[in-house]
């Protein structure tokens, strides 16, 4: 059965940092590329970030580059994103995905609220 379950998220200060992990089964999680969706209230998806199967690559949206970083384990089968810096405007659910050969995975999301 194919799995993959978010976990780290919560309420955060506005300047705070979270790091968010995904847990992947089911899969070969080291032949699948890996990307962090959002979605803010009231707002449709955003993509945040994508690394490659192997980790040698990484991308970020505009919104987060230089605040978030990407990361994987695939001895761990474990997808992370480091959230620093953060504002109210990252407030939103926080889904990973998986992507290999057009067979697409999404977990269920965590949520993640920045408030003071």
């Known amino acids: 059965e194919v799995q993959l379950v978010e976990s780290g998220g919560g309420l955060v200060q506005p300047g705070g940092s979270l790091r968010l992990s995904c847990a992947a089964s089911g899969f070969t999680f080291s032949s699948y590329a890996m990307s962090w969706v959002r979605q803010a209230p009231g707002k449709g998806l955003e993509w945040v970030s994508y690394?490659?199967?192997?980790?040698?690559?990484?991308s970020y949206a505009d919104s987060v580059k230089g605040r978030f970083t990407i990361s994987r384990d695939n001895a761990r089968n474990t997808l992370y994103l480091q959230m620093s810096s953060l504002n109210p405007e990252d407030t939103a659910v926080y889904y990973c995905?998986?992507?290999?050969?057009?067979?697409?995975?999404w977990g269920k999301g965590t949520l993640v609220t920045v408030s003071s």
């Open positions: 690394i490659y199967s192997g980790g040698g690559s990484s």
């Open positions: 995905t998986g992507e290999n050969y057009g067979m697409n995975y």
